[in-house]
Protein backbone atom coordinates (compact mmCIF):
# COMPACT_ATOMS: atom_id res chain seq x y z
CA UNK A 1 0.00 0.00 0.00
CA UNK A 2 1.57 3.64 -0.82
CA UNK A 3 2.08 5.87 1.78
CA UNK A 4 0.06 8.47 0.85
CA UNK A 5 -2.92 5.89 1.14
CA UNK A 6 -2.01 5.25 4.88
CA UNK A 7 -4.42 7.45 7.11
CA UNK A 8 -3.13 9.39 9.75
CA UNK A 9 -2.51 8.94 13.45
CA UNK A 10 -4.71 11.97 15.10
CA UNK A 11 -3.03 12.81 18.27
CA UNK A 12 -5.16 15.37 20.35
CA UNK A 13 -4.22 17.09 23.73
CA UNK A 14 -6.59 18.03 26.13
CA UNK A 15 -6.72 21.69 27.68
CA UNK A 16 -8.39 24.72 28.07
CA UNK A 17 -7.80 27.85 25.79
CA UNK A 18 -6.27 31.40 26.79
CA UNK A 19 -3.57 32.07 29.00
CA UNK A 20 -5.90 32.11 32.19
CA UNK A 21 -5.46 28.23 31.84
CA UNK A 22 -2.05 27.60 29.97
CA UNK A 23 -0.31 26.56 32.97
CA UNK A 24 -2.91 24.39 34.90
CA UNK A 25 -2.67 20.73 35.25
CA UNK A 26 -5.48 20.35 33.22
CA UNK A 27 -3.79 21.66 30.50
CA UNK A 28 -0.81 18.80 30.30
CA UNK A 29 -2.18 16.78 26.93
CA UNK A 30 -2.07 20.62 25.28
CA UNK A 31 1.26 21.45 26.43
CA UNK A 32 2.90 18.51 25.48
CA UNK A 33 1.39 18.71 21.29
CA UNK A 34 2.47 22.17 21.48
CA UNK A 35 5.79 20.67 22.55
CA UNK A 36 5.68 18.84 19.51
CA UNK A 37 5.05 20.90 17.22
CA UNK A 38 7.95 23.11 18.56
CA UNK A 39 9.97 19.82 18.02
CA UNK A 40 8.52 19.58 14.41
CA UNK A 41 8.95 23.11 13.35
CA UNK A 42 5.37 22.73 12.52
CA UNK A 43 2.88 25.51 13.76
CA UNK A 44 -0.30 24.67 15.03
CA UNK A 45 -3.17 26.84 13.04
CA UNK A 46 -6.38 27.23 13.48
CA UNK A 47 -8.77 24.20 11.78
CA UNK A 48 -12.27 24.47 10.79
CA UNK A 49 -13.14 21.76 13.52
CA UNK A 50 -12.52 23.77 16.11
CA UNK A 51 -9.42 23.29 17.03
CA UNK A 52 -5.46 24.29 16.21
CA UNK A 53 -3.88 21.95 13.86
CA UNK A 54 -0.84 20.51 12.26
CA UNK A 55 0.42 17.89 10.21
CA UNK A 56 3.37 16.40 10.89
CA UNK A 57 5.90 12.94 11.23
CA UNK A 58 5.70 11.40 14.39
CA UNK A 59 8.05 8.19 14.72
CA UNK A 60 8.21 8.08 10.83
CA UNK A 61 4.68 8.25 10.93
CA UNK A 62 1.66 10.37 9.67
CA UNK A 63 -0.06 12.34 12.14
CA UNK A 64 -2.42 15.23 12.78
CA UNK A 65 -1.70 16.87 15.87
CA UNK A 66 -4.74 18.96 17.42
CA UNK A 67 -5.66 20.72 20.69
CA UNK A 68 -9.47 21.59 20.33
CA UNK A 69 -10.45 25.37 20.67
CA UNK A 70 -13.02 24.84 23.05
CA UNK A 71 -13.40 24.39 26.85
CA UNK A 72 -12.24 20.83 28.12
CA UNK A 73 -16.09 19.69 28.55
CA UNK A 74 -16.59 20.66 24.65
CA UNK A 75 -13.14 18.69 23.19
CA UNK A 76 -15.00 16.08 21.84
CA UNK A 77 -16.89 17.83 18.77
CA UNK A 78 -13.08 19.33 17.16
CA UNK A 79 -12.18 15.53 17.59
CA UNK A 80 -14.83 14.24 15.83
CA UNK A 81 -14.04 16.83 13.15
CA UNK A 82 -10.89 16.34 12.71
CA UNK A 83 -11.19 12.45 12.67
CA UNK A 84 -13.72 12.99 9.66
CA UNK A 85 -12.15 15.83 7.90
CA UNK A 86 -8.60 13.57 7.64
CA UNK A 87 -10.22 9.94 7.39
CA UNK A 88 -8.73 8.89 10.54
CA UNK A 89 -10.39 5.71 11.97
CA UNK A 90 -10.48 5.01 15.88
CA UNK A 91 -7.79 2.97 15.93
CA UNK A 92 -5.47 5.43 15.20
CA UNK A 93 -7.21 8.46 17.65
CA UNK A 94 -4.70 9.04 20.44
CA UNK A 95 -5.68 11.02 23.07
CA UNK A 96 -2.94 12.65 25.71
CA UNK A 97 -4.72 13.77 28.95
CA UNK A 98 -3.95 14.84 32.90
CA UNK A 99 -4.76 11.73 35.04
CA UNK A 100 -5.69 12.50 38.83
CA UNK A 101 -5.51 8.81 39.61
CA UNK A 102 -1.72 8.46 38.45
CA UNK A 103 1.25 9.57 40.54
CA UNK A 104 2.51 13.07 39.10
CA UNK A 105 5.32 12.70 36.94
CA UNK A 106 3.95 8.61 36.24
CA UNK A 107 2.87 7.61 32.34
CA UNK A 108 -0.21 5.00 31.30
CA UNK A 109 -1.53 3.85 27.95
CA UNK A 110 -4.23 2.39 28.22
CA UNK A 111 -7.01 1.73 25.25
CA UNK A 112 -11.09 2.17 26.01
CA UNK A 113 -11.99 1.99 29.61
CA UNK A 114 -13.60 4.53 31.71
CA UNK A 115 -13.61 8.43 31.77
CA UNK A 116 -12.89 8.48 35.43
CA UNK A 117 -14.73 11.40 35.69
CA UNK A 118 -12.67 13.53 33.17
CA UNK A 119 -14.90 16.08 31.34
CA UNK A 120 -12.97 16.11 27.92
CA UNK A 121 -12.45 11.93 27.63
CA UNK A 122 -16.15 12.41 28.74
CA UNK A 123 -17.34 14.56 25.79
CA UNK A 124 -15.01 12.98 22.90
CA UNK A 125 -16.00 8.96 23.72
CA UNK A 126 -20.19 10.75 23.38
CA UNK A 127 -18.85 12.73 19.73
CA UNK A 128 -16.97 9.72 18.02
CA UNK A 129 -19.13 7.37 19.43
CA UNK A 130 -16.97 4.81 21.51
CA UNK A 131 -14.79 4.80 24.49
CA UNK A 132 -12.38 2.18 22.41
CA UNK A 133 -9.22 5.04 21.48
CA UNK A 134 -5.62 5.63 22.66
CA UNK A 135 -5.06 7.28 25.74
CA UNK A 136 -1.92 8.66 26.93
CA UNK A 137 -2.85 9.22 30.56
CA UNK A 138 -0.41 11.82 32.01
CA UNK A 139 -0.48 11.23 36.34
CA UNK A 140 -0.72 14.53 38.23
CA UNK A 141 -1.75 13.22 41.66
CA UNK A 142 -4.44 13.50 43.74
CA UNK A 143 -5.47 17.05 45.50
CA UNK A 144 -3.43 17.32 48.70
CA UNK A 145 -5.97 17.57 51.80
CA UNK A 146 -9.60 18.23 51.03
CA UNK A 147 -8.99 20.49 48.35
CA UNK A 148 -11.64 19.45 45.62
CA UNK A 149 -10.01 17.87 42.62
CA UNK A 150 -11.66 20.25 39.87
CA UNK A 151 -10.36 23.32 41.86
CA UNK A 152 -7.00 21.11 41.55
CA UNK A 153 -6.65 20.62 38.30
CA UNK A 154 -7.50 24.42 37.43
CA UNK A 155 -4.27 25.36 39.00
CA UNK A 156 -1.14 25.55 37.94
CA UNK A 157 1.71 23.46 38.51
CA UNK A 158 3.98 24.02 41.65
CA UNK A 159 7.33 24.99 40.98
CA UNK A 160 8.94 21.56 41.80
CA UNK A 161 6.23 20.48 39.78
CA UNK A 162 7.03 22.90 36.87
CA UNK A 163 11.05 21.89 37.02
CA UNK A 164 9.75 17.67 36.42
CA UNK A 165 7.71 19.16 33.22
CA UNK A 166 11.13 19.42 31.81
CA UNK A 167 11.21 15.52 31.99
CA UNK A 168 7.64 14.76 32.07
CA UNK A 169 6.95 16.37 28.49
CA UNK A 170 9.80 14.75 26.39
CA UNK A 171 8.87 11.36 28.65
CA UNK A 172 5.15 11.38 27.32
CA UNK A 173 6.27 12.55 23.76
CA UNK A 174 8.26 9.28 23.72
CA UNK A 175 5.51 7.25 25.51
CA UNK A 176 3.50 8.24 22.07
CA UNK A 177 6.15 7.42 19.75
CA UNK A 178 6.51 4.10 21.11
CA UNK A 179 2.66 3.88 20.63
CA UNK A 180 2.73 4.60 16.80
CA UNK A 181 6.15 2.53 16.54
CA UNK A 182 4.88 -0.89 18.07
CA UNK A 183 1.44 -0.86 19.11
CA UNK A 184 -0.34 -1.07 22.85
CA UNK A 185 0.91 -3.87 24.37
CA UNK A 186 4.46 -3.20 23.21
CA UNK A 187 4.42 0.23 24.27
CA UNK A 188 2.74 -0.89 27.90
CA UNK A 189 6.01 -3.27 28.83
CA UNK A 190 8.20 -0.36 27.92
CA UNK A 191 6.80 2.33 29.65
CA UNK A 192 4.88 1.36 32.84
CA UNK A 193 8.11 -0.38 33.40
CA UNK A 194 10.13 2.44 33.64
CA UNK A 195 7.34 3.43 35.93
CA UNK A 196 7.56 0.88 38.39
CA UNK A 197 11.22 1.44 38.74
CA UNK A 198 11.18 5.44 39.81
Known amino acids: ????????????????PGPKYAGNRHNVGAMVVQRI????????????AGASAAQVRLAGEPAVIAIPSSYM??????????MRFFKVPLERLIV??????IDFAALR?????????????????????????LRVRVGIGR???RM?????VLKDFNATERKELDFLVPDTIEATELLLQHGLTDAQNVVHARGAAR
Not at 96 to 101: A, G, N, Q
Not at 109 to 133: A, C, F, P, Q
Open 109 to 133: LKRGGGEGGHNGLRSISKSVGSKDY
Open 96 to 101: IHDELD
Open 148 to 152: DPAAY
Open 73 to 82: NESGGAVAGL
Open 37 to 48: AEDAGASLRAHK
Open 1 to 16: MPVSDTPPWLIVGLGN
Open 143 to 145: PPG
